[in-house]
């Protein structure tokens, strides 16, 4: 038997803001053991920054992802998904080249130009961005419930095109889908920079009349959407509401404000990141 005794320096001790964390993932009183953080807190920090790692290296699953979208009623006037690609080659050029990743490359538009003929409304499109694990945990769910959403008005009913993914897809790449495809409007779902506590993280961006080379400061944004941030019922009460108006108004962005009355979220939620651009 050890006849090592615990004594300061192998001792956990607790922090005083220990209880705060039942309110947020961020790492707060975390305790000590002597000057270090204990193992445990050690080896969760690891974990999270290897999920964080993972998040952006591992590929988007694109079959995978037409076979979840495949599985919804809803969804099925919209499928076949489109397979596109950006003009990144594969991901080191897309994190070493993010011009190459707003761009569709040629092949591509090329593949949407028989279904151009037709002017849509809105068209949907999911990119893998910076974390493939949101587009795969989140997008069918966020997009079932966006498009059950618009369905309930009938007599608002939009010509939705077909439903597009981006392999090696950045924000502005939705532009290009947007102007290929004739459409009035994009909703681009996209995996945003992973962190600590958020490796699937997804964002919404709303973008009026897009086309290659436009602003940034014309999209409206909506952040975080997951089940741990903005959950999926008040990210689509949002972008219903935005998306609404910009048809009323025939813009999005700085001018394009979110003033809808967010009776969908919990008391819990009030506190999550919701950003307008």
Known sequence: ?????????????????EKLRQFTDARIGLGRVGTSLPTSE???????????????????????????????EI?????????????ARDRMEYLQRPDLGRQLDEQSISSLQPAAGERYDLVFVLADGLSSYAISHH???????????????P?????????????QGRVAVGD??????????????????PGLSSPDS???YLTWNAKRGIEDSLRNCISNIRPEGLKYQAAVHKGHYLLTESHRLELTGVNLKDRSEDSLLDTDDTQQFCLTV
């Open 139 to 153: 997008a069918k769910h966020f997009v079932e419930l966006f498009i059950s959403r618009l369905n309930e008005e």
């Open 75 to 87: 969804l099925k006037p919209y499928l076949p998904i489109q397979k596109l690609h950006s003009k």
């Open 202 to 204: 997804m964002g919404m």
């Open 176 to 193: 290009d889908v947007c102007e290929a495809l004739n459409a009035k409007q994009v909703v681009l779902l996209i995996g945003e920079r």
């Open 1 to 17: 038997m050890s006849d090592i005794k615990p004594n300061d320096s192998t001792i956990v001790h607790k922090d005083p803001w």
């Open 42 to 72: 050690l080896l969760r920090f690891q974990l999270s920054h290897a999920q964080a790692i993972d998040a952006v290296h591992v590929p988007l699953d694109v079959d995978k992802l037409c076979e979840q979208f495949a599985e919804s």
């Open 155 to 167: 007599n608002k009913k939009l010509n939705i095109a077909p439903i597009c993914v981006v392999q």
